[in-house]
């Protein structure tokens, strides 16, 4: 079993505040996961949300549970689906 990354609250930090001295390491390191996820997509706040949350539960090695069938898009690893 993977890793499961679990940031602190100075990378939450980091990512939240432009200004902080770690900004940038912190929003590479977290975009990296999300914009696997945005790429060739529509720029519909659904999607990006989506996105967000799927690249989160990567990051954190989490599945998302959810009744989006949006989340289809998603490797099953990421996503549990309820219907």
Do not use: C
């Given at each position: 079993m993977p890793r499961m990354?679990?940031?602190?609250?100075?990378?939450?930090?980091a990512l939240t505040f432009d200004g902080h001295a770690h900004h940038p390491v912190a929003k590479r390191w977290f975009e990296d996961r999300w914009?696997?996820?945005?790429?060739?997509?529509?720029?519909?706040?659904?999607?990006?949300?989506?996105?967000?949350?799927a690249a989160f539960a990567l990051s954190?090695?989490?599945?998302?549970?959810?009744?989006?069938?949006g989340?289809?898009?998603?490797?099953?690893?990421?996503c549990t689906l309820l219907s």
């Open positions: 990354l679990l940031p602190d609250i100075n990378v939450w930090l914009r696997a996820f945005t790429q060739l997509r529509s720029f519909s706040p659904h999607v990006w949300n989506d996105a967000y949350l954190g090695n989490m599945e998302v549970v959810t009744f989006d069938k989340f289809t898009q998603y490797t099953p690893a990421v």
